[in-house]
């Protein structure tokens, strides 16, 4: 019997997307094999009120470990208890998310394990005894696959790449004690800050629309912002030129030194393809640019381009999906 462990990312209480992308991949791996789906989830008392949403995901069984010293993520503890039930509990793979939580957390775990971690999956698939995956690496000018014999063999898997797809299992949810006590770790955490809770998170949203310098200055954002309210479930992007300009939030910046996302759908606007910029986006399932010179790199990696003034394109682009969304109801 073969288990497959995935990691169930919450954060302020708020089960994230990227926890049941998790456990879709895991089900995708344990299906037809002799071994369950564990999804794990650790939170403050009450977290428990999420199992549903990972046994319609595919969860077997979701391990619940309720403590106030999981409230918020701290690396001490959740890397102990993690490898601590994945050591103890027969699993042949663990899946975690390549988010900045899973990016902290997996090489803590591998490493308390010594075992293998393939990190920034974007794609896997098991062939005989191994797992199959690929990493783009180079900034995504290569794709690199590789082959895991490890056992256990941890997996995170970026964000968007693997959809999650709804399976749903009647699983039970089991409580688990911590390892030790989790309000006594060393770590702690004294203060969170986060930039705006009422906007969808890059990581999950399906749609994001990002702003280059052909924007020309922050005030003219708010046409970025408006095709994304357009859609409806969009978040706002930018590129570093715009970051670095102080038009918009670092936390927007979309690349190689900024976020990798892969949403359904990735507009660049006024946004020249610059490799570091391709290196965060470029995983997306459908891109659309919107450039002004029919040259630009984006254009390269684009399904759809425009090529057009910005500053025309968009009122026109927004009006037009807000007439769409409101046709459909
Ligand atoms: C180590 C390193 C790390 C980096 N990391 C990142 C990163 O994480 N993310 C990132 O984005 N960049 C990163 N960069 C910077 C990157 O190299 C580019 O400089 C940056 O992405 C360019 O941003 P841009 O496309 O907004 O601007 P530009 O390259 O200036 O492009 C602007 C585009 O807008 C078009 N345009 C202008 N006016 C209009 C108009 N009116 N209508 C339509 N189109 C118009 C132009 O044709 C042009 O293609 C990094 C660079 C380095 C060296």
């Known amino acids: 019997m073969t288990h497959i462990l995935a990691f169930a990312e919450q954060r302020g209480g708020a089960l994230r ?43 077997d069984v979701v391990l619940v470990v309720e403590h106030d010293g999981f409230a918020q993520y701290n690396a001490e503890s959740a890397s102990a208890f993690v490898a601590d039930r994945i050591a103890s509990g027969a699993y042949r793979a663990a899946i975690f998310a390549a988010s900045a939580m899973g990016k902290d957390l997996a090489p803590r775990v591998a490493g308390k394990l010594k075992t293998a971690l393939a990190s920034d999956v974007t794609s896997l698939a098991r062939e005989g005894d191994a797992y199959v995956v690929t990493h783009p690496t180079y900034t995504g ?14 997996i995170s898997v970026r964000p968007g790449a693997i959809p999650a797809i709804a399976k749903p299992r009647t699983g039970r949810v089991e409580k688990v004690a911590p390892v030790g006590d989790p309000a006594k770790s060393r770590v702690v955490v004294t203060e969170t800050s986060t930039s705006d809770s009422k906007k969808l998170d890059l990581g999950d949203a399906p749609v994001i629309v ?13 046409l970025v ?63 659309v640019a919107i450039n002004r010179d029919k040259d630009a ?24 999906i807000r007439e769409a969304k409101k046709a459909q109801g």
């Open 225 to 287: 912002e408006e095709l994304a309210d357009a859609f409806g479930n969009a978040a706002v992007g930018a590129t570093r030129a715009v970051t670095d300009e102080g038009w918009r939030p670092h936390s927007d910046q979309i690349g190689q030194t900024g976020r990798v996302v892969s949403p359904d759908l990735y507009v660049a606007v006024g946004i020249s393809g610059a490799i570091q910029h391709l290196a965060g986006m470029r995983t997306a399932r459908t891109i």
């Open 297 to 320: 790199p984006i254009f390269k990696v684009a399904d759809y381009g425009i090529v057009g003034d910005v500053f025309e394109v968009l009122p026109v682009l927004t009006k037009a």
């Open 141 to 154: 000018k290569v794709i690199a696959t590789a082959r895991l014999l490890a056992k256990p063999a941890l």
């Open 210 to 222: 990002s702003g280059g310098r052909g924007l020309k200055a922050s005030e003219h954002f708010h």
């Open 17 to 59: 997307k990227v926890a049941l992308e998790a456990v879709s991949t895991a089900r995708g791996l344990a299906d037809g094999q002799d071994g369950e789906v564990h999804a794990l989830l650790l939170g403050a008392p009450g977290i428990a009120a999420h199992a549903e949403s990972l046994f319609e995901y595919g969860a």
